[in-house]
């Protein structure tokens, strides 16, 4: 599996999978935001790396994408586009003989849409997340700005048709009113490992807090001490992971 379509884009992705097993669960790997200029062209550039890691020390078949606008796939950052990206992801991973179920794993931005997206689906069988913000109302306090950083960054090209400014309110509107928390309340009694950097100066552990209560006690709260935000770069979080996918087998 290259590539999913997901609305008519063609979205790069790949799959690991360990050789011999008929049929087997299956985990999507969901990177956060890019950052930096150009950032888009270099998102999740890693997470391929640790899919292979996943499927060769769990046994799990792991899946990575590049949501639309990011990598080699088309198409513009959307919150609703990439929640569409990631259903498409989990309905050609359920269309797999070889695939038992789906689980998601999300590392800062994709940490909320994990929770979004297992909310919108209960086929989804349980959710980690690492660095997960509680709210995106901080990231578009001023939509336009936010609109510009965006093409900075990449994700937001000639293609995206936001030179009206009502749809540039709208498209901002729609990431600021993301309920994550919302969703947090959905996901029980399905399994949730929730990561957080006690160090994390960019999405405060008080994030963390937040998810955890809107859960209603139903998750897993893992703290990585002098965890910074960049998780998916902390052994430790990633031991996390790889232990939590052990625990989820029958």
């Given amino acids: 599996m290259d590539e999913i379509v997901s609305d008519g884009y063609r979205l790069a992705a790949r799959l690991e999978r ?18 930096g200029t150009g950032g888009a062209a270099l998102a999740g550039n890693t997470y391929p790396q640790l899919a292979d ?3 060769k020390e769990s046994g799990w078949a792991a899946l990575t994408l590049h949501y639309r606008g990011t990598g080699a796939s088309r198409g513009f950052f959307s919150i609703d586009g ?18 038992s ?9 994709g940490g909320s849409l994990a929770i979004a997206a297992a ?3 209960p086929r989804v069988r349980g959710i980690a997340t690492f660095a997960a913000p509680s709210s995106l109302q901080s990231w578009v306090p001023d939509s336009p700005r936010f609109a ?5 960054v990449g994700v937001l090209g000639d293609d995206a048709e936001l030179d009206d400014p009502e749809d540039v309110a709208a498209w901002g509107k729609a990431i600021a009113e993301l309920d994550i928390e919302g969703a947090a309340a959905s996901i029980a009694p399905r399994p949730w490992m929730l990561v957080h950097g006690s160090d994390d100066e960019i999405v405060t552990i008080e994030h963390a807090r937040r998810l955890a209560a809107a859960s209603g006690g139903g998750t897993e709260v893992r703290i990585v001490e002098h965890g910074a935000h960049r998780l998916r770069h902390d052994p430790r979080a990633i031991a996390m ?3 939590w996918l052990d625990r989820q087998m029958p």
Avoid at 21 to 30: E, S
Avoid at 101 to 109: P, Q
């Fill in 148 to 152: 510009d950083y965006c093409r900075r």
């Fill in 18 to 35: 360990p050789a011999g097993a008929a049929r087997l669960p299956a985990l999507i790997l969901m990177p956060g935001f890019p950052r």
């Fill in 53 to 55: 890691r996943v499927a």
């Fill in 119 to 121: 909310a919108r689906d």
């Fill in 101 to 109: 179920g789906v689980w998601l794993a999300g590392f800062r931005l």
């Fill in 241 to 243: 992971l790889l232990g």
């Fill in 82 to 99: 990439w929640l569409a990206d990631i259903a498409a992801a989990i309905e050609a991973l359920r269309a797999r003989a070889d695939v």
